[in-house]
Nanobody, 129 residues
Framework: QVQLVESGGRLVQPGASLRLSCAAS????????MGWFRQAPGKEREFIAA???????????YYADSVKGRFTISRDNAKNTVDLQMNSLAPEDTAVYYC???????????????????WGQGTQVTVSS
């Protein structure tokens, strides 16, 4: 059973940068595809970024078009964490951000919610002046 805890969310101004972190226990981030999703009020949870398990995709990264070039996902194997560096934040980035783990052999694709078996509790990011 993988347990995930996100941290780093807070209120920032437009144009600011923010770094979210996801700490894993009960399993290693390198053995799972790790993803970041977000959910704004009244909207469905949406894919943001993913980093493939080292044993499957060699750590390949994937991004939603809405964040490509602004967000970067990375993994620290020693700390068993996955971070999301967010730059040039805009009000439309306001949401609860979730970290998730997708075990090897899961159905679906990295950008689909249902393939992720483990989820954190979420961290609120608010972008407002």
């Amino acid at each position: 059973q993988v347990q995930l805890v996100e941290s780093g969310g807070r209120l920032v101004q437009p144009g600011a940068s923010l770094r979210l972190s996801c700490a894993a226990s009960g399993g290693t981030t390198s053995d799972n595809t790790m993803g970041w999703f977000r959910q704004a009020p009244g909207k469905e949870r949406e894919f943001i970024a993913a980093i493939a398990a080292l044993t499957w995709g060699g750590g390949d990264t994937y991004y939603a078009d809405s964040v490509k070039g602004r967000f970067t996902i990375s993994r620290d194997n020693a700390k068993n964490t996955v971070d999301l560096q967010m730059n040039s934040l805009a009000p439309e980035d306001t949401a609860v951000y979730y970290c998730a783990a997708r075990p090897l052999g899961s159905s679906g694709s990295y950008y689909q919610v249902f393939g992720y078996a483990y989820w954190g509790q979420g961290t609120q990011v608010t972008v407002s002046s």
